[in-house]
């Protein structure tokens, strides 16, 4: 059965599930608990708890689980799933990066940490210098990269491009390229190329990384900028060459 857990806050719903789970838990208890938390909410975050109690899923219920997936596939921003379960914790580990939420395992007796989890607001970690008299933005990540990353970047240069209408340039600058830690994050990535593309003029990567080869002839079919790749050191260089047509 599927027992809801009550008190977590107005964006986090929670599940308990002993014993053996069946479609009619779903039908329930689960489904209409998800579909009321997202009339109040956008995204809201879960917390599953499948402790010791648990056994297993019926056929049905596995069948349900893979429908509400589907449907909800970008309702939830956070799920934390707890047990010690290894089959679990292995099934989780094998498909994480195709969901497009954060997604992290606790242990059974960590029920409390992992609602501390869903309660934390995640911080960019992208460094963005605007430098405006020069109409350049310089990021440099430091972890793979995330939505808020993108978000934290959207509220830096959407001002200034409402008052100036491009950039001369952009620079990426990385030691190697870090990747995405979601499919939610790549597509986040996209998303703001897409948006932004059009107003920049020149984008050079800074880089001693072996994939950034790659990266940059994809980018030049998805962007219009001049693209140019300068080695880690070279910031200097890359700056003078964004500077070179500027008006």
């Not at 599940?15 to 069946?22: D, I, K, L, P, R």
């Not at 689960?30 to 975050?45: F, G, M, Q, V």
């Not at 620079?171 to 190697?176: D, F, N, P, S």
């Amino acid at each position: 059965m599927i027992k809801k857990i009550e008190g977590l806050g107005e964006d986090i719903i929670g599940f308990e599930a002993v014993g053996v789970v069946s479609a009619k838990d779903y039908e329930d208890v689960l489904i209409p608990a998800i579909e009321s938390a997202l009339k109040r909410a956008k995204k809201i975050n879960l917390l599953y708890v499948l402790g010791k109690d648990f056994e297993s899923y019926d056929l049905k219920a596995m069948y349900e689980d893979s429908l509400v997936g589907i449907k909800h596939f970008f309702d939830f921003e956070k799920i934390a799933i707890v047990t010690d379960k290894e089959w679990v914790k292995n099934l989780v580990k094998a498909f994480e990066f195709f969901y497009p939420m954060e997604i992290k395992i606790f242990d059974e007796n960590s029920v409390q940490d992992a609602i501390k989890w869903l309660k934390e607001k995640p911080k960019p970690t992208v460094k963005a210098d605007l430098l405006e008299d020069d109409k350049i933005l310089i990021l440099e990540p430091t972890k793979p990269l995330t939505k808020e990353d993108f978000e934290y970047v959207d509220s830096i240069i959407d001002p200034f491009l409402e008052k100036h209408k491009e950039l001369n340039g952009v620079i990426l600058k990385i030691k190697q390229f870090p990747g995405w830690d979601s499919l939610s994050s790549m597509k986040a990535h996209f998303e703001f190329i897409k948006e932004h593309h059009e107003k920049v003029k020149k984008l050079a990567f800074v880089t001693d990384s072996s994939l950034i080869e790659i990266f940059e002839h994809f980018a030049k079919f998805i962007v219009h900028p001049k693209v140019k790749e300068f080695e880690y050191n070279k910031l200097d260089e890359a700056l003078k060459w964004i500077k070179e047509d500027s008006v």
